[in-house]
């Protein structure tokens, strides 16, 4: 299994509190991702890497932030969580960014009250 | 931009029967790759099979294949000899080729059900 860990695993937050993801990586992959799952839309892309210091946005942006000082760590901010961030969130890694497999980790559960 | 479509919310099937789940994609490019993904309940996601679009063979692993139907924008996954690990949500994914930054898009997902 690639070397993915995310934190927290599961967390509930109140409206309008700010909350912080991390996707930590051990395989030095290049390329990393952000993905939301919600029922009736499968997984879309919130915010990806291409590198150190180097992200742009996914389909679903909108409320969330991403910063990559290191190649092990990205993370996801939602500036002042929604409801409609109530979601399941993935991260995943790619050592090529085109036509190779990426590895996804094992999801944080957040929900907001 | 891309849509994929999984027309099919619940499928179910015997074990050690195949079963097949559909796909649709529609897209302006040419040159992709269309993936199979798996997801247990352990929420893991995990590839099942992938399809460069330039190869008109179809992909093949194990007791898994696909029928890649390119002008029709068609790709659906059989599971042969069915298995109760099988048991699973399945999502159709793409990706364009080249300066995409491996950027995937998603189906909405088909949750597959073998019974034993």
């Known amino acids: 299994d690639a070397g993915i860990t995310q934190s927290p695993r599961h967390k509930v937050t109140e409206t309008g509190t700010p909350v912080t993801l991390r996707c930590h990586q051990t395989?030095?992959?290049?390329?990393m991702y952000w993905y939301r799952q919600d029922p009736g839309h499968g997984l879309r892309l919130i915010h990806y890497?291409?590198?150190?210091?180097?992200?742009d946005k996914g389909e679903v942006s909108d409320g969330y932030s991403v910063s990559r000082s290191k190649t092990e760590d990205f993370l996801l901010t939602l500036e002042s969580a929604t409801s409609s961030q109530t979601s399941v969130y993935f991260c995943?890694?790619?050592?090529?960014?085109?036509?190779?497999?990426?590895?996804f980790g094992p999801g944080t559960r957040l929900t907001v009250t | 931009a891309q849509t994929v479509t999984q027309s099919q919310p619940e499928m179910s099937v015997q074990e050690a029967e195949t079963v097949t789940l559909s796909c649709t994609y529609d897209t302006s490019e040419n040159n992709y790759y269309l993936f199979w993904y798996k997801q247990p309940p352990s929420r893991q996601m995990i590839l099942v099979i992938r399809?460069?679009?330039?190869?008109?063979q179809n992909a093949t692993e194990n007791r898994f294949s696909v029928n890649f139907q390119k002008a029709a924008k068609s790709f659906s996954l059989k599971i042969s000899d069915s298995q109760l690990g099988d048991t699973a949500m399945y999502f159709c994914?793409?990706?364009?080729?080249?300066?995409?930054?491996?950027?995937?898009?998603f189906g909405q997902g088909t949750i597959l059900t073998v019974h034993p």
């Open positions: 994914a793409f990706m364009k080729y080249g300066t995409s930054y491996g950027k995937l898009t």
């Open positions: 995943a890694i790619s050592d090529r960014g085109d036509s190779y497999e990426q590895y």
């Open positions: 395989e030095n992959h290049r390329y």
């Open positions: 399809q460069e679009a330039y190869k008109q």
């Open positions: 890497s291409y590198g150190v210091k180097d992200t």
